[in-house]
């Protein structure tokens, strides 16, 4: 037996996904990360998150981490027709050993992270060569975008 205990009215209509988010469940960056989310138009999303965020697609700790998040980014592309990806990594992560790992030095994290938002986006390239990828650094003060290079150029058919 179910027992109702809280009413809410919820649209029935399937939705399109404005982008998958990668994201870490790290709660001290949630209001701030959805703010700026609904400011660069983000409404609808498909927000994956676990420990590290996208550390499970740039170095993930077991293969199968990797291939988890791929299959739900591939379940949001289906599903809801998503065709943006928002990769978050943040400061003091633990998933990474927290900000004591970089010896409490903060432009030394932002560096590792950095390189790290680029192999994940290179993982999410290989694995869905048109999807849009953004990234971002998030720390106590504010969102920084990554900028992302070395996208994999597109396979050649073999015939």
């Known amino acids: ?9 919820a649209p029935r209509e399937k939705y399109h996904c404005d982008a998958v988010i990668v ?4 709660n ?4 701030g990360f959805s703010k700026f989310l609904k400011r660069i ?9 676990i420990a590290g965020g996208a550390k499970s697609l740039a170095s993930p700790d077991h293969a199968t981490d990797r291939e988890f998040v791929l299959e739900q980014i591939r379940k949001s592309i289906r599903l809801h027709g998503t065709k943006r990806a928002i990769l978050m990594l943040h400061s003091d992560c633990g998933a990474y ?11 030394a994290e932002a560096a590792h992270h950095r390189a790290e938002l680029q192999r994940a986006a290179v993982a999410l390239w290989e694995a869905f060569p048109d999807i849009e990828v953004l990234a971002y650094f998030v720390d106590f003060e504010g969102v920084w975008q990554s900028e992302l290079t070395h996208r994999p150029a ?3 058919a073999t015939v």
Do not use: Y
């Open 97 to 107: 050993g927290g900000l004591a790992a970089f010896r409490g030095e903060a432009k």
């Open 1 to 9: 037996m179910l027992t109702k205990v809280f009413h809410f009215d």
């Open 41 to 49: 138009g983000v409404v609808n999303s498909d927000p994956i998150k």
């Open 23 to 26: 994201w870490c469940f790290d």
């Open 154 to 156: 597109p396979a050649e």
């Open 28 to 31: 001290r960056f949630q209001l």
